[in-house]
């Protein structure tokens, strides 16, 4: 089974701080994506990468970067966090190959900036 | 890019079978539509993907239209466990997928 772990299910930071969200998948996959999910707006595509050292834009990439340095791991990066970054993380990765859309998510991060 | 529309939730019981249905008005010739189980406080689960027709696994069967500007997710006689939100995806099976789109996803609570 495919597994992708996210470093941590609760954060608390302050606003300002810069915070890193790690993932990272045990399946080989290509393909890594950051998504945030927010009551009544569903999930929303910030970043995704299709190779080391890849990486484009999704819907909301403002307020973040990421880095993909190795194939297994995808980081999300909030320089100076601010509290409308408070959300629900979701990482996500897929195979080339197999159908494009069929993603394995993590389990989540649960950030909350005050 | 095609958006879709899902209705926000759905009522059902046990035993009962429930459809989902999903717009996309604006699908392309080479997006296919994915649908998506979450759990609270879980990550969404794949649960089938279709280009046309109709499509069936294990867990649910996926109807879609000649015009594929819609598609219809069946779930055969739920049960309790099946409460959750369903989302809806139309997306290409390759190159650019900057623009991944999920629907609102539409809530369904199964009642005893």
């Known amino acids: 089974d495919v597994k992708v772990t996210q470093s941590s299910r609760y954060l608390v930071k302050r606003t300002g701080e810069k915070v890193f969200l790690e993932c990272v998948q045990d399946?080989?996959?290509?393909?890594m994506f950051w998504y945030r999910q927010d009551p009544g707006l569903g999930l929303r595509l910030i970043y995704f990468?299709?190779?080391?050292?890849?990486?484009e834009k999704g819907d909301i990439p403002e307020g973040y970067s990421v880095s993909r340095e190795k194939k297994e791991r995808f980081s999300l990066i909030l320089e100076s966090a601010s509290t409308n970054q408070t959300s629900m993380y979701l990482c996500?990765?897929?195979?080339?190959?197999?159908?494009?859309?069929?993603?394995?998510f993590g389990p989540g991060t649960r950030l909350t900036v005050t | 890019l095609a958006k879709t529309t899902q209705p926000i939730s759905m009522d059902s019981y046990e035993g009962q079978e429930v459809n989902i249905t999903c717009s996309h008005n604006?699908?392309?010739?080479?997006?296919?539509i994915t649908w998506y189980q979450q759990f609270p406080s879980q990550g969404p689960r794949f649960i089938i993907q279709?280009?046309?027709t109709k499509v069936t696994n294990e867990v649910a069967s996926l109807f879609i239209p000649a015009d594929r500007k819609s598609s219809t997710l069946s779930l055969p006689r739920v049960s309790l466990s099946d409460t959750a939100v369903y989302y809806c995806?139309?997306?290409?099976?390759?190159?650019?997928?900057?623009?991944?789109?999920f629907g609102q996803g539409t809530t369904l609570q199964v009642k005893p």
């Open positions: 995806l139309v997306g290409a099976a390759s190159g650019n997928t900057g623009k991944l789109i």
């Open positions: 399946m080989d996959h290509e393909n």
């Open positions: 990468s299709y190779d080391v050292k890849m990486k």
């Open positions: 996500a990765s897929s195979s080339r190959l197999a159908a494009y859309y069929e993603q394995y």
């Open positions: 279709g280009y046309k």
């Open positions: 604006n699908i392309a010739t080479n997006d296919y």
